[in-house]
């Protein structure tokens, strides 16, 4: 989870302006609710930092069609800056949920489908995984909670305070490890803040994606293991000395190695996995066959 305050875009706001000189067939008509939508833009901020209330219902709802079509169907110059939000971010994890994979899909924070004059407004936009897209979806409040349901990376650098810390055993029943996951606050946050960050993790359900992770993730060590010779603690090891110390934990994968070098045992039992020395060079002497 990552705060990316840096991504804010200030006002004039210039991809309503590419959107404006669209040659597309409907530009007249979009034309006519720029400087409406302009004003909206003004108030984004002071909308979201408000998150215990709930947003009044939009009034470009009858113009859905044609400002959604905008950012699906974008004008090349305004295409160019959505691909650049998209792509040209650095991110190597997700900054909503923390996982290890690179985010190539954008969030409207705020749903297009019931507020469209945001639909392509920059701020509005979050890189995100596709782990989270069908999760967050078109969910903005929690009645049950009075407050929206997830924080926006933007906005908001609470996120910067806390990592993921897990403890993996081995269960030698299952033969299966076992994850266990909480939060860690690595700075003083306070406690409507916390809560606030439960309810995110528990809506973008993190922690059932980070358990499913960290299974198919040692999965895969097996398999190495079993197809080469090495020490997974080497190997494990080698992985974090790229994470600077403060930053472990705030992914899934670190945390979860750093988990894992924690526990002998498991080390002990992921490596009873390695190849033998036999089965190396039967390897080495196999059999090649034209084809």
Not at 69 to 83: G, S
Request: some cysteine; glycine content about 2%.
């Amino acid at each position: 989870m990552k705060y990316l305050g840096e991504l804010i875009k200030k006002q004039p706001c210039t991809w309503l302006e590419a959107a404006k000189k669209s040659k597309k067939e409907n530009s007249q008509q979009f034309q006519e609710l720029a400087d409406s939508i302009a004003k909206s833009y003004d108030l984004y901020e002071s909308l979201i930092t408000s998150c215990d209330d709930e947003l009044d219902e939009s009034s470009f709802i009858e113009h859905s069609s044609l400002l959604i079509e905008y950012y699906e169907k974008a004008p090349k110059k305004l295409n160019d800056y959505l691909l650049e939000r998209r792509n040209e971010h650095e991110l190597s994890s997700c900054p909503y949920c923390g996982n290890p994979m690179y985010p190539d899909t954008l969030d409207h924070f705020v749903p297009k489908s019931k507020w469209p004059e945001f639909s392509i407004y920059p701020n509005n936009l979050v890189p995100q995984c596709r782990g989270c897209a069908p999760v967050k979806g078109e969910n903005y409040f929690c009645h049950d909670n009075d407050q929206t349901m997830f924080i926006h990376p933007f906005y908001f650098n609470i996120l910067e305070n806390f990592r993921f810390s897990m403890k993996v055993s081995f269960d030698t029943n299952k033969k299966e490890i076992c994850v266990n996951v909480q939060l860690k606050e690595i700075i003083n946050t306070r406690p409507e803040d916390q809560a606030r960050i439960i309810l995110h993790t528990q809506k973008l359900k993190v922690k059932k994606r980070i358990i499913s992770y960290c299974h198919k993730e040692y999965r895969q060590w097996i398999r190495r293991l079993s197809n080469a010779n090495f020490d997974i603690k080497s190997a494990l090891t080698q992985r974090l000395i790229e994470v600077a110390e403060l930053e472990v934990g705030r992914d899934w994968q670190s945390s979860f190695y750093s988990a894992i070098l924690d526990n002998e045992d498991v080390i002990n039992h992921m490596n009873s996995f390695c190849q033998n020395e036999a089965l190396r060079k039967n390897k080495k002497n196999g059999v090649y066959l034209d084809f």
